[in-house]
């Protein structure tokens, strides 16, 4: 029993060496008696010893100071005869003494010894428990993470491999440990790939590869290695470590982001992204094609540079608004190129937010509309023009007639309607054929032009017939004048593919509001003096009046 565990205290120690001397006094006195004054030092051995034993040399040394002092002192106030008297007595003292020194330095050294072993036993049971439990630790640390851990020897053995590493291989420990060599695992083709590595890091030189694995189940996983040499003190490598990360996800992934990669940088769409502050992030290839911006050029500029300023800040305001409500606005805009064109797109905007629902990016796809806009300004065009001449058909003259009588109903102006119908068409088309009456009719369009103002209207309504509509002019001679002109251009002898075609032009001529107040109306007058001007012997002009419409048949 350890004296610092049985008597944790000096004073406890101390006392127990006095009751022990006690006793031994007592024992010699009495019940050894009989001895007399031989071996008076017969108790007190065994009272220092048990004292050194239990309170070392401190105590086995106090034990011998006060036996000394009672036999010296105290023992002839108990016995008739004392112990000391003669010089041998003294001598057999100082034996006493020094064997109870040595005595305490034999149980001093006997209890130092066992402090050692004892302590030296709990540093190995406590570094036992703290290498299992960070061994432990270790493990739970390797076991639990995504990738694969394990560790080779110089031989290509197997010497600890975590849970994901003997999953990947469908291995127990007790299958893979200090029994499998990695060319038994990985198999001839795949060991002949991967030998190269062992043998870089087996000379020292850590390893990183990207290498596809057959699993277990028999498909296929990507995977990045890494092979890192364990090197002694005496710089030997020993072996190496093995840490592989299970990329499959990540590879499926850089795939899917080549492939929108390469959809983003080949199609004829624009893409800008924009951070949440509107600033250009990053443009694909189109964006440079249709904008004739670069990337360096749009880049950190906001995408106002395309502002063309046909659209008002209300437009903007409510395109904000549904991107702001709906995370999404998809419409048609005109912008403007870097040289200045303008032009329309069809554009989508999207808004893609963080994980707290706050717009982080911006991503605008649009497409170029010109030609499209420009087929259906075509077809809106063919549809109130006409096909060959190009001048505005019946539809588009009746439009306009209307808003120019509303006009003329405000502000007082004048208004003259001109209904032109050609003289001998029939003849070129008959002996020249239709392709020259085609041509006469594109002709006689741009004659008739030649003699009209923008602000007039020259529409073909069919055949061979024109109506022209004068803008406010001056008086009825100046509306005369015009129509003699246009009579005498028309008369010019025209050559086509080398024929000569000639034609004359019959006019009528109504006068708003007095020969009629609606667009039918004054067509309808029109008409009735062209056909008074044929009667009256053609290439000629007639104004209605309204006896003319007796005599119409």
């Known amino acids: 029993m350890d004296a610092e565990n049985f008597l944790p205290h000096t004073w406890q120690r101390y006392l127990v060496v006095v009751f022990l001397l006690a006793l031994a006094a007592a024992v010699r006195v009495w019940p050894l008696g009989i001895l007399g004054s031989?071996?008076?030092?017969?108790?007190?051995y065994p009272a220092v010893a048990v004292a050194a034993v239990i309170g070392g040399l401190s105590a086995g040394l106090v034990a011998t100071f006060l036996a000394c002092m009672t036999v010296t002192y105290m023992w002839p106030l108990l016995v008739a005869t004392p112990f000391?008297?003669?010089?041998?007595?003294?001598?057999?003292?100082?034996?006493?003494?020094?064997?109870?020194?040595?005595?305490?330095?034999?149980?001093?050294?006997r209890h130092r010894a066992n402090m050692r072993a004892r302590h030296a036993k709990e540093q190995a049971e406590t570094f036992a428990r703290t290498a299992a439990a960070r061994e432990r630790?270790?493990?739970?640390?390797t076991d639990a993470m995504p990738g694969m851990v394990g560790y080779w020897d110089s031989c290509l053995r197997c010497r600890f491999a975590?849970?994901?590493?003997?999953?990947?291989?469908?291995?127990?420990?007790?299958?893979?440990?200090?029994?499998?060599?990695?060319?038994?695992?990985?198999?001839?083709?795949?060991?002949?790939?991967n030998e190269p590595y062992i043998l870089g890091a087996l000379a020292g030189v850590s390893q990183h590869f990207e290498r596809p694995l057959t699993k277990v189940d028999g498909t296929i996983g990507y995977t990045w290695a890494n092979y890192i040499p364990d090197i002694d003190a005496t710089g030997i490598v020993t072996g190496f470590f093995?840490?592989?990360?299970?990329?499959?996800?990540?590879?499926e992934a850089e795939t899917e982001l080549k492939l929108a990669a390469s959809v983003y940088s080949s199609t004829d769409d624009g893409i800008t992204v924009t951070d949440a502050d509107g600033v250009i992030l990053t443009v694909n290839p189109a964006f440079t094609r249709i904008t004739g911006y670069t990337a360096e050029e749009a880049i950190g500029q906001k995408p106002s540079i395309l502002k063309s300023n046909r659209q008002d800040q209300a437009f903007y305001t409510a395109m904000w608004r549904d991107i702001a409500d709906n995370g999404r606005w998809e419409g048609e805009l005109w912008n403007r190129r870097k040289n200045g064109e303008v032009y329309p797109e069809r554009m989508t905007i999207t808004v893609a937010r963080d994980a707290a629902g706050e717009a982080l990016r911006y991503v605008a796809v649009f497409r170029d509309i010109t030609d499209l806009w420009r087929k259906d300004e075509h077809i809106r065009h063919l549809a109130v023009h006409?096909?060959?001449?190009?001048?505005?058909?019946?539809?588009?003259?009746?439009?306009?007639?209307?808003?120019?009588?509303?006009?003329?109903?405000?502000?007082?102006?004048?208004?003259?309607?001109?209904?032109?119908?050609l003289d001998g068409f029939k003849a070129v088309n008959d002996t020249l054929g239709h392709i020259v009456g085609d041509d006469v009719l594109k002709a006689v369009a741009q004659k008739i032009l030649a003699w009209t103002r923008q602000t007039d209207t020259v529409a073909r309504i069919g055949g061979d017939e024109f109506v022209i509509m004068l803008d406010n002019p001056e008086n009825r001679e100046m509306v005369a004048q015009i129509c003699s002109r246009i009579i005498a251009t028309v008369n010019e002898p025209m050559i086509f593919r080398g024929m000569t075609a000639q034609v004359g032009a019959s006019i009528g001529i109504a006068m708003f509001p007095g020969d009629g107040s609606t667009p039918a109306d004054l067509i309808a007058s029109a008409d009735t003096a062209m056909y008074a001007a044929k009667t009256g012997g053609k290439n000629t002009y007639r104004?209605?009046?309204?006896?003319?419409?007796a005599q119409k048949p």
């Open 84 to 109: 000391i008297t003669a010089p041998a007595d003294w001598l057999a003292m100082t034996v006493f003494c020094m064997t109870c020194a040595l005595i305490s330095s034999v149980a001093e050294g």
């Open 137 to 141: 630790f270790i493990i739970s640390i």
């Open 162 to 193: 975590n849970k994901r590493y003997l999953e990947w291989f469908g291995k127990l420990p007790e299958e893979l440990i200090d029994i499998v060599t990695l060319k038994e695992l990985l198999g001839e083709k795949l060991f002949a790939f």
């Open 543 to 549: 104004f209605f009046d309204a006896t003319m419409a």
């Open 242 to 251: 093995v840490l592989i990360t299970d990329v499959t996800p990540l590879k």
């Open 38 to 44: 031989s071996l008076a030092w017969l108790t007190f």
């Open 386 to 421: 006409d096909a060959l001449t190009d001048l505005p058909n019946r539809a588009l003259l009746m439009e306009r007639l209307g808003r120019q009588i509303a006009m003329c109903e405000r502000e007082q102006r004048e208004l003259a309607v001109l209904f032109l119908d």
